[in-house]
């Protein structure tokens, strides 16, 4: 690919190669395709999340349903709903980044799912939490993706509120 000439843009669809090569060669000793989608998700949404933020959070769960969004509902009563697809984004990409995240099994050895939480940073408490499987991992990134693919191609990079 050489140089990237949109940054960020580049790493997202970098990233995105990354993984579908790691996919494509995944065995039982490695490559190891839900490290990689776990790596994935955080290099290919963190830098786009922050440059289109404010634009994220003014689209709706409901609108996000009838997009094709998985519906990620959270694990405990206590856990708090989300306020958008923007803030769904946000609550996954630090619960990721912070490294908030349990493996669940199958019960055949393989990663089935991920626990992802979030907590508050002085006293710990969870604020937020759901059981994810790898599958809608990954069609949550590929959305994300294509969304934001669309909104530059739309938009272009913008500075954060102009939308």
Do not use: C
């Not at 619960?95 to 089935?112: E, K, T, V």
């Amino acid at each position: 690919m050489g140089m990237p000439t949109e940054p960020l843009l580049d790493t997202m669809r970098r990233s995105m190669a990354n993984l579908a090569f790691v996919e494509a060669h995944a065995g039982p000793v490695g490559p190891y395709e839900v490290t990689q989608l776990i790596n994935t998700f955080l290099g290919a949404l963190a830098h786009p999340f922050e440059a289109m933020r404010d634009d994220l959070m003014g689209l709706g769960l409901a609108d996000a349903a009838a997009m094709g969004w998985p519906t990620i509902n959270k694990e405990r009563p206590s856990d708090s709903d989300p306020a958008s697809l923007g803030d769904l984004i946000r609550l996954m990409r630090n619960g990721m980044a912070h490294g908030n995240i349990d493996l669940l099994s199958d019960g055949r050895g393989q990663i089935h799912a991920l626990r992802v939480w979030n907590t508050q940073p002085r006293t710990q408490a969870r604020t937020w939490g759901a059981v994810v499987p790898v599958a809608e991992i990954r069609r949550f990134l590929r959305l994300f993706v294509e969304l934001i693919e669309r909104r530059h191609k739309d938009f272009g990079w913008y500075e954060r509120g102009a939308a």
